[in-house]
């Protein structure tokens, strides 16, 4: 993902003038923390195993970087992979390597420092940096790293992260003596969307207010993928490298053995699910599906509140005039029969992706679709907290600030089709829908119908009416 480093500027000079933000703070502004949660793949991680690579002089050790340590990932691919890759089924470490979160600051300011550099390496040093010339103190400013591989479930259930991060408020504020400013990036947002609803079933529903205003003075949403982020479906389905030295293909095999893929997912701005906080103090039992709810809305627009159909997919048709090849009792793990059946071309809106309707579509011609389904509705429909899938409500925070970079050529949609090759490169991109300027272009620049909106995004995260959320 991008890295938003204007975001940063404009986030940092928010809170160094503090204006109107520290006039309604009672007590010395100097008694402010700032607490960063970082966004995928913006945390490093290390080994916490010992594995042998053979072929190659860098083995990997206890401590030694993993993500991101380019020299190894050049020199011994498949090493470095066993220990990023987790079971796409129940999110455990590969048998030979496991890795684990770095911590503190350094943690976020650089992911290969001395290596490589630009916004691939750099990620929070400058701002860091600016805070020190401006003479913030050291312990004003915590990271909390976390392993952004993870489903929000597991952060909790392996590494007690919100648990973790309930004590790093408490504890910034027994240090300093006022709340603190959360300053969240990319996925880092729903990291902290997530806490808030588990931190209500943690603490007594009339404390939940309070705890809040005692503890979070603001919150800086930088890059919010508010309804979903639409690279996660082009990482999904024929890879995303973000600037690594690998094939896509191996970006893929990487990427959907996280759970964390699914999280960033596009979904509908029409459709909500049970509440879980609610039910829970009803005496209802926490743990079961999150039923879609979708209004009238979803029904009479043909693209769930985006500009135009998520994903447009061709597959072979081997029973006439069959639609969804989902029904097919034999199932395919790869395209070899491609030619046998004239092609079908099948388009998805972002409620039919985050449902598993595009996943259980298409389950007979990619190995991946089965898992991702499974991870879909484990790790996220049936998640005992919240489905993140669905549309944020405003936070009962005091001072909300979203901060976007916008009117860049922004991805809303892509054509993909068969490549003729093996998984995992059995999928190209044949096209891609862009929007910019309140119009929808293809990549060969012709102009495509559909419901732009007024302003685009930063080419990433697009702007979907966003601030009626926060």
């Avoid at 068969?418 to 309140?438: A, F, L, M, R």
């Avoid at 007024?454 to 009626?468: F, N, P, Q, W």
Wanted: hydrophobic share 35%; glycine share 8%.
């Amino acid at each position: 993902m991008r890295r938003g480093h204007v975001g940063f500027v404009v986030t940092f000079i928010l809170l160094a003038v503090a204006g109107d933000l520290c006039g309604e703070f009672a007590g010395d502004y100097s008694k402010l923390s700032g607490i960063i949660i970082p966004g995928f793949a913006s945390t490093q991680l290390r080994a916490w195993s010992i594995l042998d690579c053979p072929y190659s002089p860098l083995d990997f050790n206890p401590l030694d970087l993993v993500w991101l340590d380019t020299t190894k990932l050049l020199s011994a691919v498949n090493c470095w992979l066993k220990c990023m890759m987790l079971d796409p089924y129940n999110q455990t470490d590969h048998r030979e390597c496991k890795s684990r979160p770095d911590s503190g600051l350094s943690a976020i300011t650089e992911l290969d420092p001395g290596y490589i550099t630009g916004p691939l390496s750099s990620v929070w040093k400058e701002w860091i940096k600016w805070c020190i010339e401006f003479g913030i103190e050291a312990n004003a400013i915590i990271a909390v790293p976390y392993d952004w591989s993870l489903s929000p479930s597991k952060l909790e259930e392996r590494d007690l992260y919100f648990h973790k991060l309930k004590l790093t408020f408490e504890t910034a504020l027994k240090l300093r003596g006022g709340p603190s400013i959360v300053f969240a990036h990319s996925l880092g947002n729903n990291v902290f969307r997530y806490f808030l609803e588990w931190l209500k079933l943690e603490i007594a529903p009339k404390e939940y207010g309070r705890w809040l205003d005692d503890h979070i003075h603001a919150y800086f949403a930088v890059g919010a993928p508010l309804l979903g982020a639409i690279e996660t479906v082009k990482a999904t389905l024929s890879g995303s490298t973000f600037g690594l030295p690998v094939s896509e293909g191996t970006a893929r095999l990487m990427f959907n053995t996280f759970g964390s893929s699914i999280w960033m997912l596009p979904f509908s701005k029409y459709c909500t699910t049970d509440n879980v906080y609610q039910r829970h103090f009803s005496g209802g039992n926490r743990k079961y599906h999150h039923a879609y709810h979708c209004d009238e809305h979803e029904l009479k627009s043909k693209y769930s509140g985006w500009p135009t159909n998520i994903i447009n997919i061709e597959v072979p048709s081997i029973r006439g005039n069959e639609v969804y090849p989902s029904v097919v009792e034999t199932a395919q793990t790869n395209l070899s029969g491609m030619e046998c059946g004239f092609p079908t071309q099948l388009s998805f809106s972002a409620r039919e992706v985050s449902d598993g309707t595009f996943f259980k579509a298409i389950k007979n011609y990619d190995p991946d679709s089965e898992r991702l389904f499974h991870l879909l509705k484990k790790s996220y429909h049936d998640d005992p907290i919240l489905n993140p899938l669905t549309p944020w409500e405003r936070p009962p925070l005091k001072n909300i600030f979203c901060i976007y970079g916008i009117d860049s050529k922004t991805e809303v949609g892509y054509y993909f089709a068969p490549s003729g090759k093996p998984y995992p490169d059995n999928w190209i991109i044949t096209d891609v829908i862009y929007e910019i300027e309140g119009s929808l272009y293809s990549r060969s620049g012709n102009l495509v119908e559909g419901n732009p909106g007024a302003t685009s995004g930063d080419e990433t995260v697009r702007l979907i009416m966003k601030l009626s959320y926060l």
